[in-house]
């Protein structure tokens, strides 16, 4: 079976529309999304409302979580007073633009889903904040995918998309403290995947397009797909509500955007 897996749609509905006519040509018999459904973007119903109508199996995203549970929207941190300044715009925004049916849907999603040796989650199995990076430490990525009780673990969060391969392997483990006994645990580890689908509606790869995933339950195949789409059209409408200009800017990028910390002994207070 090929199946479509997209995440971090944020209020982009342009985007969201580009990719699935692109699932629809590849002839995918099912769509998975990882969450972050709002935030940032300037058509968080369209994109909810969408979503809804076709009854896709979504997880719940970090801005998703937040929006429903009135926190700030940090994405675990921020790097600057500015850049927590913003987010606080994009989520006060954000709460008053939805619709309660919208904000309804968002709050019964749940934290992953799974299809036979396949999990789905917006950033890990632990946490929806945690970013699974490619530079990840090997035994720690292994370690999510084992904990999830699959062979292939997608994700988005990071908003760049990647497929890695975690080659099967001998872990051994040595339980040690005091009053207890000395146990040692050895297991073998087969072949286990990461893979991240990037995002649909804020790439940050280096270009505006949107990416995504189509995956071969039968052949394993794992391809990336980049979609071209009228970015200029969700730059224009993010201007035109109100939203922080840069927004637009680091869209149109496809990049992350980051000033240099105004107060290095800023901590978030998320």
Known sequence: MKIAVMSCIHGNY???????????????????????????????????????????????????????EG??????SYPSLLAEKRGKIAHEWTHQEL??????????????????????????PQSNHEYLLPELDAFAALERVISADA????????????????????????????????????????????????????????????T????????QEAILREVPYNYQKTCAAIIEKGLPAIFAWRLAQGLEYAERADDPTHVCTR
């Open 212 to 219: 995504y995933v189509i995956y071969d339950t039968d052949t």
């Open 99 to 124: 619709h309660p049916e919208n904000r309804d849907f968002l709050a019964q999603l749940p934290h992953g889903l799974n299809l036979d040796n396949l999990v789905f989650f917006h950033g890990s």
């Open 151 to 210: 062979d292939v673990l997608f994700c988005g969060h990071t908003h760049v998309p990647y497929i890695r391969n975690l080659e099967a392997g001998s872990l051994q483990v040595r339980v040690e403290g005091v009053g207890i006994e000395s146990e040692e645990i050895k297991f073998s580890a087969p072949l286990k995947r990461i893979i991240n689908v990037g995002s649909v509606g804020e790439p940050r790869h280096g270009r505006p397009n949107a």
């Open 14 to 68: 342009e985007a969201l529309d580009a990719v699935l006519l692109d699932i629809d040509q590849q002839k995918a018999e099912k769509i998975f999304c990882l969450g972050d459904l709002v935030g940032y973007g300037p058509y968080p119903n369209a994109v909810v409302t969408q979503i809804r109508s076709l009854d896709i199996p979504t997880c719940a995203g970090c801005w998703d979580e937040d929006i429903v």
């Open 71 to 76: 926190l700030n929207s940090c994405e675990c």
